[in-house]
């Protein structure tokens, strides 16, 4: 199936700082999502991106649609401890309804 | 809040029982997903019932078997199972299986725990 890669793995940060993470495709993506799943639950549509180039934010999320559409980017701005958790990107495949998911980003937040 | 409900939210059964899980979405989504979910990994692609219909297996052992009894419902059928099978199910619906659809977008319930013993 399709490979989505995401990084950076896992990222340990201090409360208040701003976080970034990406997702690579080998082949483009006519719509990019992304989703944080806490422990123990399903995954949470954050942000769904629809159009190469496309920036669009959801509170302190931000989340770009890469204008080669063979990428992705979310951006968390002024991180606090509820946004632990493990982060996916995700993408439709074009023959049909299956859909790919990136590798994860973990994320903590140190107080 | 997600609109897509399973039931149970935690299951433990024995290698010999035989159980279900239940998915149900009043979106008005055609499409509907089985994943199975490992720690700290992405969701593996299990099932996709399109319209009704079988349209994807992902080469999964005969003990898991899906059902879709309408639009609104999916069912996971378990017997047999290994230890292996413990696992976080996730059920999911999107809206339909055009080709190509931009736009189409997935929404997962909060999964059914299993743990076989």
């Known amino acids: 199936g399709q490979q989505l890669n995401q990084s950076p793995q896992s990222m340990f940060i201090q409360e208040g700082e701003d976080v970034s993470m990406n997702c690579t495709s080998s082949s483009i993506f006519n719509t990019w999502l992304w989703y944080k799943q806490d422990p123990g639950e399903g995954p949470v549509l954050l942000i769904a991106l629809y159009k190469a180039g496309e920036l669009t934010s959801n509170g302190r999320l931000t989340a770009q649609f890469g204008i080669t559409r063979k990428d992705s980017f979310l951006n968390i701005s002024a991180s606090i401890p509820s946004d632990v958790g493990i982060y996916f990107c995700a993408g439709p495949s074009n023959t049909g309804n299956q859909f790919y998911f990136g590798t994860g980003t973990s994320l903590t937040v140190i107080p | 809040d997600t609109e897509v409900t399973q039931t149970p939210k935690h299951l433990v059964m024995g290698m010999t029982n035989k159980k279900s899980l239940k998915c149900e979405q009043h979106m008005g989504h055609r499409a509907m997903y089985w994943y199975k979910q490992k720690a700290k990994k992405p969701p593996e692609l299990m099932f996709v019932y399109s319209y009704e219909k079988l349209s994807i297996n992902e080469s999964v052992p005969s003990r898991f078997s899906p059902e879709c009894p309408n639009s609104s419902l999916l069912n996971l059928h378990l017997h047999a199972l290994q230890p292996e099978d413990s696992a976080l199910y996730l059920c999911?619906?999107?809206?339909?299986?055009?080709?190509?659809?931009?736009?189409?977008?997935?929404?997962f319930g909060e999964g059914s725990w299993l743990t076989v013993v």
């Open positions: 999911a619906s999107s809206q339909d299986s055009v080709r190509g659809r931009t736009g189409n977008t997935i929404y």
